[in-house]
C-alpha cells in the first residue's frame, strides 16, 4: 500500500522505495556525466539521460506531477527513474519508467508504476495514464499488467496500456 503526500510535499513512499521529484542539480549531474555518492553504481541509464536533458525544455515535469528519482529505501541508492509527462491531453497522462540493471527482477518498476499511477489519479483533470510499450519487451509489460494496466491498442510497433480512474471515485 502507498501512502500519499499532499502536492505541497510530493515524495511518494513505497514499502521499498521513495519517489522523489528530480532537482535541477541532479539533472545537470547526470548531463555533466558527474557521479553522486547516493547513486547505484549503474545510475543514470541511457534513459534517464535523456529525461535529464529535457527537464529544462519541460519545467512542469519538475512539479508534484512530473518525474521522480526512484529510490531504495533500505540503502538510500537512486536506482532509476519514473515521470509523468505533463500536462495532460484530453485528462490522459502517459507514463514512464526505468529500473537499472543491477536492481532490476525485484519489483521495483511494479511496486513505482502502481505508487506513480494512483498519485496521477488524483491530479486534476486526470481520468487516466497511460503507457507506450514495444511488444517485444515483456518484462515491462509484465510491470505494467502487475500495476493495473489494461490493454488498449496492440499493433506490430507498439502496445498502449491504460489505467483508468475507478468508477464513482474523483481521485482525491
Not at 540503502?75 to 507514463?95: H, K, M, Q, Y
Not at 529500473?99 to 486534476?124: C, D, H, K, W
Amino acid at each position: 500500500m502507498s501512502s500519499f503526500a499532499s502536492p505541497a510535499h510530493t515524495d511518494l513512499t513505497t514499502e521499498r522505495l521513495t519517489l522523489r521529484p528530480w532537482t535541477s542539480s541532479e539533472a545537470t549531474a547526470v548531463l555533466d556525466g558527474d557521479r553522486r555518492a547516493d547513486w547505484a553504481p549503474d545510475f543514470p541509464a541511457e534513459g534517464d539521460r535523456v529525461i535529464a536533458g529535457l527537464l529544462a525544455e519541460h519545467p512542469a515535469w519538475l512539479g508534484a506531477y512530473g518525474h521522480r528519482l526512484i529510490i531504495e529505501r533500505e540503502s538510500g541508492a537512486v536506482v532509476g527513474s519514473i515521470g509523468l509527462f505533463w500536462p495532460p491531453t484530453a485528462g490522459i497522462l502517459e507514463i514512464g519508467y526505468g529500473i537499472v540493471p543491477s536492481r532490476r527482477g525485484r519489483g521495483y518498476a511494479t511496486e513505482a508504476t502502481r505508487a506513480l499511477a494512483e498519485y496521477a489519479l488524483t491530479a486534476p483533470d486526470v481520468h487516466t495514464v497511460s503507457a507506450t510499450v514495444d511488444p517485444s519487451n515483456p518484462a515491462s509489460i509484465r510491470v505494467l499488467e502487475r500495476s493495473g494496466f489494461h490493454p488498449s491498442t496492440t499493433d506490430p510497433e507498439v502496445t498502449r496500456f491504460h489505467l483508468t480512474q475507478r468508477p464513482g471515485t474523483d481521485g482525491r
